[in-house]
């Protein structure tokens, strides 16, 4: 019997701002846990792009914030829909066998009555989205389509999938909604806005955004030339990818479905850069977000088959020094294999590994 509490975060700290420290001190507050864990994507998030700063840089971030430790996310769900990402994340929080509480952002609900009202529209879309017909015949993807039948904001969408992933994984955690302080989902002091300024070079303003510590980390990342990535750095690989699949090849990667391996396989032949490739797929139907998570997702080799398979193992990115008792209930609890080193893993013997998570961790990058 688990003596502790537990709060699982959701996340991509992409980068970690005063927004995400709030959350995190708020969930710690909600939930009185003991510990907070958080599951964050790797060195691509979900939408369709390369996180702005690595991993590590973002662990480090997290963990001199409030943070316990960092579990990493798979690419193979970080590059997915909304739907697979949320399931992905919670199929991991649930294999540590020790989170009690999950907590995410939302726009528009926080603490139990909060809690109470997102189940209630989950429920409601609990054998599959309720996609607005209307919206479907007038071009929308299904992703749009769905949200105009339930929830609007972005975070709550996430959220309503997070809770649809509890129910199907019979996972009992209690939800912990935290309402998203001061900005929108792309206003002044959201990560969007952040990354903005970074990308523009106003690297003084980010200060006023992000704890102190994070600044720290990314002026040092900038200075050593590993900050900002962009997706055009990956254009040429991307495009020659694209070109060596072929129509037959695009058929196996996730999300690609009613033809569009032939739009897609297309542009590569007639693009020469990223951003051209990405905006000739895209229509009302297909998201530029969905044609990104389609390219990076072929590039690193997941196949759709990867995406609903379930968590093999959990990585650690990183823990706080004080936290080791952490780590022994962990060890204790977790469901499937603990990496602490990827080399070590992947050189154990295939009887101690299963094949997707050689797999998976040949994916990931570092």
């Known amino acids: ?54 991993k590590w840089a973002r662990t480090e971030m997290a963990l001199k914030s409030g943070v316990d430790m960092v579990l990493e996310l798979p690419a193979v769900y970080a590059l997915s829909s909304a739907e697979y990402f949320a399931t992905g994340a919670v199929d991991l929080l649930q294999k540590t066998g020790i989170v009690t ?38 071009g929308c993807s299904f992703a749009a389509a769905s949200r105009n039948s339930v929830v609007a904001k972005a975070n709550d969408v996430l959220a309503t999938e997070y809770l649809r992933a509890l129910n199907r994984l019979h996972a009992n955690m209690q ?20 990354r903005q300024l970074i990308y523009e070079g106003k ?41 060596r699949l072929g129509v037959e090849g695009l058929r196996d990667r996730p999300f690609v479905s009613e033809g569009l391996e032939y739009k897609i396989y297309d542009a590569a032949c007639n693009c020469s850069t990223f951003a051209d490739l990405v905006e000739e797929c895209t229509s009302k139907r297909y998201t530029a977000s969905r044609i990104r998570r389609i390219v990076f997702a072929s590039m690193l080799g997941i196949l759709r088959k990867n995406v609903t398979s379930p968590v093999p193992y959990i990585r650690v990115l990183g823990m706080r020094r ?6 022994d209930l962990l060890q204790q609890n977790a469901a499937v294999p603990i990496i602490l080193s990827k080399a070590k893993f992947l050189h154990q013997s295939e009887e101690e590994q ?6 998976l961790l040949k994916i990931e990058n570092n």
């Open 203 to 243: 690297i003084s303003e980010v200060q006023n955004y992000v704890p102190a510590e994070s600044f720290e980390i990314l002026q040092r990342e900038i200075n050593d030339g590993k900050c900002p990535v962009y997706a055009k750095n990956f254009e040429k690989i991307i495009i020659a990818d694209l070109r």
């Open 175 to 194: 939800i912990v909604p935290i309402k998203r302080k001061g900005a929108g989902h792309s206003g002044e002091g959201s990560a969007m806005f952040i």
């Open 101 to 138: 509480h999950i907590s995410f952002g939302s726009e528009s609900f926080e603490g139990v009555s909060g809690a109470d009202e997102l189940k209630r529209i989950a429920e409601e879309t609990i054998n599959g989205p309720s996609v607005n017909k209307e919206s479907l015949k007038a």
């Open 1 to 54: 019997m688990i003596k502790h509490k537990v709060c699982g975060i959701i996340c991509e700290y992409n980068p970690f701002h005063n927004g995400h420290k709030y959350h995190v001190s708020e969930a710690r507050r909600f939930s009185e846990a003991d510990y907070v864990i958080a599951v964050m994507s790797g060195n691509f998030v979900q939408r369709g792009e390369p996180a702005i700063l690595d």
């Open 322 to 327: 004080n936290c080791g008792a952490l780590m």
């Open 354 to 359: 299963s094949n997707f998570a050689s797999e």
